[in-house]
């Protein structure tokens, strides 16, 4: 067997950095294994105003290289490679990729959750130049102009109302003639005079130049598109959680989250979750990275217990 680190962190985002750090502080030995580049989503978003410490914001690759550079101040490793496999049942947690398996005497699973896309066009080109899956992180760049939300949930209707409070015009987009969101948020909507909603209509377009400037609504029923004027497209139809490693070992709720309290810990001893992919109320950077700090914490005590 390989060296056995005392903590392996599954993932270099917000919350697995913030754990490594805490760890490797502590004196712990820590790898934090990643399949692309530190960050994680939080590295695709141009431009971030809600994390403490930046008032002028800070864009997501900065933020993300400058949290791995903090945990490997402290000690921690970082090792680039894709996992394809894990083992948690046993004592000492396995986490196997193409080229070699990595040991752990604990580990935090931090592979995040990625938002649901349209499947347009350039969307992927145009994230963050109009295209948006986040109302909390990026609603504040579109004040007094109007935006299109796409989605009939309880989090679409929130991140509608959201927008709503920044936003001259908010054009709710659902593709069926009800919305699936809970009575008391439908009441908040009601009450909200700036947004639209389009029943029973899709988004099958974006139009553009440098940016979104518009899409291309179709109306379910009647077959009809149009071409709606927009500054920007905000969609919420959901997330998927980065769990599919993890079916039949971690504990899963009927979303795909690994079931997992403010203590991070999960159905196995010596497992924890932290960020968006485990159950919470709120996803954000910043409880991401408060998850992280938990996780150490509760790793410190758990080795200290058990191991000699």
């Given at each position: 067997m390989n060296n056995v680190y005392d903590v392996l962190v599954l993932g270099g985002g917000p919350g697995g950095y913030t754990a490594a750090m805490y760890a490797a502080r502590a004196g712990l030995s820590v790898a934090v294994v990643e399949r692309l580049a530190a960050g994680g989503q939080m590295a695709l978003t141009h431009e971030i105003d809600n994390y403490p410490g930046f008032e002028d914001g800070v864009d997501g690759f900065t933020l993300g290289a400058k949290m791995q550079q903090g945990a490997e101040r402290f000690g921690a490793q970082t090792i680039y490679g894709d996992v394809q496999a894990v083992d948690f049942l046993g004592n000492v947690k396995k986490l196997h990729t193409q080229e070699e398996t990595y040991y752990g005497r604990t580990v935090i699973v931090a592979t995040g959750a990625n938002p649901r896309k349209l499947g347009l066009p350039m969307e992927w080109e145009l994230t963050g130049k109009g295209v948006h899956y986040c109302a909390a992180c990026d609603g504040m760049f579109y004040r007094g102009k109007t935006v299109v939300l796409v989605g009939g949930g309880n989090?679409?209707?929130a991140d509608a109302l959201t927008l709503s409070r920044v936003a001259k015009k908010v054009?709710?987009?659902?593709?069926?003639?009800?919305?699936?969101?809970?009575?008391?948020?439908?009441?908040?909507?009601?009450?909200?005079?700036?947004?639209?909603?389009?029943?029973?209509?899709?988004?099958?377009?974006?139009?553009?130049?440098?940016?979104?400037?518009?899409?291309?609504?179709?109306?379910?029923?009647?077959?009809?598109?149009?071409?709606?004027?927009?500054?920007?497209?905000?969609?919420?139809i959901g997330r998927n959680p980065a769990t599919e490693l993890f079916v039949g070992q971690l504990e899963l709720d009927e979303n795909g989250y690994i079931v997992a309290g403010e203590s991070t810990t999960t159905?196995?001893?010596?497992?924890?979750?932290?960020?968006?992919?485990?159950?919470?109320?709120?996803?954000?950077?910043?409880?991401?990275?408060?998850?992280?700090?938990?996780?150490?914490?509760e790793i410190e005590e758990f080795l200290a217990a058990n191991v000699a």
């Open positions: 989090s679409a209707v054009i709710m987009v659902h593709r069926r003639d009800t919305l699936r969101a809970s009575k008391i948020y439908n009441e908040a909507l009601n009450e909200a005079e700036n947004i639209e909603i389009r029943w029973n209509s899709e988004v099958k377009g974006l139009q553009y130049a440098e940016r979104v400037n518009g899409v291309v609504l179709r109306n379910n029923i009647s077959g009809e598109e149009e071409l709606l004027a927009c500054d920007g497209v905000f969609v919420s159905n196995l001893p010596g497992v924890y979750a932290v960020g968006d992919v485990r159950t919470k109320a709120v996803r954000q950077i910043v409880t991401a990275t408060a998850d992280g700090a938990v996780a150490a914490h």
